[in-house]
């Protein structure tokens, strides 16, 4: 996750913050994330290469949240679920998935439409 994410307050109350630790929750959170998960090893061994990688490259990562290990889960309240659907039949944007993405040219006229 680069810093163009900004966490909303219900994304801080689960401690998900910026940084590699809520890359690890995306690509593979339900094995590696939390106090207890089933591959408690696959996050150290994710941060270690990237801190490899960052320091062959020579970026600072000293203010990012390696780890995933107090996080929750991403869910439905947190800011990674933007309003990005229209809903028939007022065509208003929500968070839930219909046949008409707002990132589609043409979906919010063939929603009105009713196609």
Not at 12 to 26: D, E, H, Q, S, V
Not at 42 to 57: D, L, P, T, V
Not at 89 to 96: A, E, T, V, Y
């Given at each position: 996750?680069?810093?163009?994410?900004?966490?909303n307050?219900?994304?801080?109350?689960?401690?998900?913050?910026?940084?590699?630790?809520?890359?690890?929750?995306?690509?593979?959170?339900?094995?590696?994330?939390?106090?207890?998960?089933?591959?408690?090893?696959?996050s150290?061994?994710?941060?270690?290469?990237?801190k490899?990688?960052?320091?062959?490259?020579?970026?600072?990562?000293?203010?990012?949240?390696?780890?995933?290990?107090?996080?929750?889960?991403?869910?439905?309240?947190?800011?990674?679920?933007?309003?990005?659907?229209?809903?028939?039949?007022?065509?208003?944007?929500?968070?839930?998935?219909?046949?008409?993405?707002?990132?589609?040219?043409?979906?919010?006229?063939?929603?009105?439409?009713?196609?």
């Amino acid at each position: 996750v680069d810093q163009s994410w900004q966490p909303n307050a219900n994304d801080l109350a689960a401690n998900r913050k910026p940084g590699f630790g809520a890359t690890i929750m995306i690509i593979n959170g339900a094995q590696e994330c939390g106090p207890s998960p089933p591959n408690a090893n696959g996050s150290r061994n994710r941060q270690r290469e990237y801190k490899k990688y960052a320091k062959m490259f020579g970026i600072d990562i000293s203010g990012e949240k390696l780890d995933c290990a107090d996080m929750k889960a991403f869910d439905a309240t947190g800011s990674s679920n933007p309003a990005i659907y229209w809903s028939p039949p007022s065509c208003s944007l929500n968070k839930w998935q219909t046949a008409y993405s707002a990132l589609v040219e043409g979906d919010y006229k063939r929603c009105k439409a009713g196609n």
